[in-house]
């Protein structure tokens, strides 16, 4: 056996993987070459050696910066709920914006009157239960809010007809109270409802512009600090962008009600 | 403080951390300071030694045990704590050494330099492990320092385990050139 073939079977010969012929040759030719000999001490030196470093420890900030990263982790599970929803995670980045969407357009008109109330309750119509329902107060705000409290879909189709009325007011006529006839009001003409219950007066679907710049404000700093709080936690940012659009969209539609668009 | 002392004080004494126990729940702080206690050095000296980088280093333990802290309620406990700790810091260690652009390897003139104590060959030989290139280094740190077998490291970098004994070969025939002027005292 040559050394070049040797110097190629010494690793397989100290982890012992050599199949005994090849060992013996291998042996044979070590004691009898000394540079091929001392390649064989060398390597064993160095694999016993190795094999016996010492375990690194890390530097003690590895562990503070670790800590400080998983209380932040623990604290933003203030955000999440306590049971896990069977709602898979991606739907949530759509369903939060949608259920404050829906929130902010109840509050755009939380002051319907009784009689409003009334054009509204007729029985055949499918808004009856709904506008049945208690009214959001006005001063709802996110952290107060409790979004499994009430059916936001149905009540947010009841706002939406209102807000389809209330943009078609001129904008002259805010800030002062805009009177619009509740025959223009889609959910009421397609309700059926008997003639007596169409007539209301001006005053009843009467929206306050200043309520709605009150609302929206308040809308507005809740969804504010909302977002904060998950900028400041490892949030989703889809979650923050969904919030961030949802805070324009709530200020176009203060500045449109105001009457002074940007 | 070496691995074994410090796998036999405070994790095996905590039922959660055990080895081939499902996690059902997350740990508590005091359950995951005892797996970061019990192998932080292990975790660090791995990717130190085939990162060849400190900053590195301590980025994939932060990493590694972050991902401990959110995925260990998941642990399904085929294998140990430790075991699935470690396969995650080498597989996390090898995807950084594909990202880098440059192979980063440490010249040996300023290993020679580090070398405190040239009399203790294993001080020398850990001051001349990040000089080797990255393949060669990973194969000789998994090998002959932490002691995995052929068959699970190929299986881990994905390469055949022939290959893998080559690089092992070429590794120490490498380590040995550079240690010689150290070795010639010791016998």
């Known amino acids: ?111 319907q009157s009784p009689k409003a109330t009334l054009v509204l309750a007729n029985p055949a119509s499918e808004s009856a239960s709904i506008a049945a329902q208690p009214v959001v107060p006005r001063e709802f705000g996110i952290r107060d809010s409790n979004l499994g409290a009430f059916n936001s879909e149905r009540r947010s189709r009841a706002a939406m007809s209102s807000l389809r009325a209330a943009h078609r007011l001129p904008r002259e006529s805010t800030p002062a109270p805009a009177n619009y006839a509740v025959e223009e009001m889609p959910v009421a003409q397609s309700s059926g409802s008997a003639a007596s219950d169409m007539v209301a007066t001006d005053e009843d679907m009467t929206v306050s512009a200043s309520d709605v710049v009150a609302s929206l404000r308040d809308v507005q700093q809740g969804l504010e600090e909302v977002e904060a709080a998950l900028r400041a936690n490892p949030a989703n940012p889809q979650v923050i962008n969904a919030y961030r659009a949802t805070c324009r969209k709530g200020l176009e539609l203060r500045d449109r009600c105001a009457g002074t668009p940007k | 403080m070496d691995n074994m002392s410090e796998a036999n004080t405070s994790v095996l004494s905590l039922p959660s951390v055990q080895g081939r126990i499902r996690t059902a729940v997350k740990p508590t702080e005091e359950e995951f300071t005892a797996i970061y206690e019990a192998n932080k050095s292990r975790v660090y000296s791995t990717a130190l030694r085939i990162l060849a980088n400190p900053a590195d280093a301590e980025d994939v333990t932060q990493e590694v045990f972050l991902k401990a802290w959110n995925k260990l309620e998941n642990f399904e406990g085929r294998s140990q704590v430790s075991t699935w700790l470690y396969r995650i810091t080498v597989n ?62 190929a299986k881990q970098i994905g390469i055949s385990e022939g290959a893998c004994k080559s690089q092992l070969h070429k590794a120490r025939l490498m380590m040995r050139k550079k240690l010689r002027p150290f070795m010639e005292g010791i016998t």
Not at chain 1, 64 to 75: D, S
């Open chain 1, 1 to 111: 056996m040559t050394c070049e073939r040797v110097e190629e079977q010494l690793s397989a010969l100290i982890d012992l993987e050599l199949d005994p012929p090849t060992k013996n040759e291998v042996e044979e030719h070590l004691r009898n070459c000394p540079r091929c000999a001392e390649a064989f001490r060398e390597l064993s030196l160095l694999v016993s050696a190795s094999a016996e470093l010492e375990p690194v420890a890390p530097p003690e900030r590895v562990f503070l910066a670790l800590r400080k990263q998983v209380k932040t982790k623990a604290k933003s599970k203030v955000f999440s709920l306590p049971f896990s929803l069977p709602i898979p995670r991606p739907a949530l980045w759509v369903l939060v914006p949608a259920l404050a969407t829906a929130l902010l357009l109840l509050i755009v008109f939380p002051h």
């Open chain 2, 92 to 153: 996390r260690c090898l995807d950084l050494l594909r990202k880098r652009k440059r192979q980063q390897t440490v010249p040996i003139e300023e290993a020679m330099g580090s070398v405190a104590n040239p009399s203790n060959l294993k001080q020398v030989i850990e001051s001349f492990i990040p000089t080797l290139p990255p393949g060669y280094r990973t194969v000789f740190v998994l090998h002959d320092i932490q002691g995995l077998k052929h068959h699970e490291i």
